[in-house]
């Protein structure tokens, strides 16, 4: 059967099956095949792909391609002045989806001031059409997920850490200077608007109307917050993030 050579760069070749050490592969090419399916059969989400060329054009992912071809697959931020057929648009202010192994990572983003959907509740089907009407990125560790033709923001979440799950999503989409803490509800994702003490008493435990004056009401659920314990940890989070983003820049 006639094959094509697939050249992975960067943390792509991480990310694929078969790949040797210098991120190449030999990929059969039946035809038609598309350069996506070709990719993908390597166990890469085309949604981790910034550019493709194949024998030195750069083509977009219905491309097919033939025995004998040359492919060579490039990541995000790979800073090339080539382009691209594939980069999909920004989406500004950056907004998330994430899929019910991510929970954790959800209350995180959202404490960061995110807007980070999520839902035990959502199956993949629901998680392609968010993506999609937001737009929003996908967050997922389901590879399968992201090779839905349909997705085009998508990321494949590399670490099984929470706490290190923040910190990559943090950098892989330049997010530090964007964060806004306690601006969100963790809860729901609604935002928080301050509320005069007096419109609530009646929510409040004693101790909490005689120590706190400060108070912030989520939009959605109605959840109320106030400055606690809690906000000298989540303070030094956000500087632990930042702190984090800064080294890796």
Not at 38 to 59: C, K, M, R, Y
Not at 86 to 95: C, I, K, N, S, T
Not at 141 to 154: A, C, F, K, P, W
Request: proline fraction near 6%; charge should be negative; charged fraction near 25%.
């Amino acid at each position: 059967m006639d094959r094509v050579t697939v050249r992975l760069y960067g943390d792509l070749a991480d990310l694929a099956w078969g790949a040797d050490r210098s991120g190449e592969a030999q990929v059969p090419a039946p035809s038609p095949r598309s350069v996506k399916d070709a990719i993908e059969s390597l166990g890469v989400p085309h949604t981790e792909v910034d550019l493709v060329l194949v024998n030195g054009d750069s083509v977009g992912f219905d491309h097919l391609v033939v025995g004998g071809d040359r492919v060579s697959v490039y990541p995000h931020f790979a800073d090339l002045d080539v382009p691209s057929a594939v980069r999909p648009p920004p989406v500004e202010p950056p907004r998330f989806v994430l899929d019910v192994h991510l929970g954790r990572l959800a209350e995180r983003l959202r404490l960061l001031g995110f807007d980070t959907l999520y839902s035990r509740d959502l199956d993949d089907a629901d998680l392609a059409a968010l993506s999609v009407a937001g737009p929003r990125w996908l967050l997922t560790r389901d590879r399968g997920l992201l090779m839905r033709r349909v997705i085009t923001h998508g990321y494949l979440v590399r670490s099984t850490d929470p706490t290190e799950q923040v910190h990559e999503v943090v950098r892989r989409f330049g997010l530090a200077d964007a964060i806004a803490q306690l601006t969100r509800c963790a809860r729901c994702n609604g935002l928080l608007h301050a509320v005069d003490k007096a419109e609530i008493i009646d929510r409040l435990q004693p101790g909490t109307a005689a120590e706190h004056h400060v108070f912030t009401r989520c939009e959605g659920c109605g959840q109320l917050y106030w400055p606690g314990s809690h906000r000298g940890a989540l303070q030094a989070f956000v500087d632990e993030v930042r702190g984090g983003a800064e080294r890796s820049v």
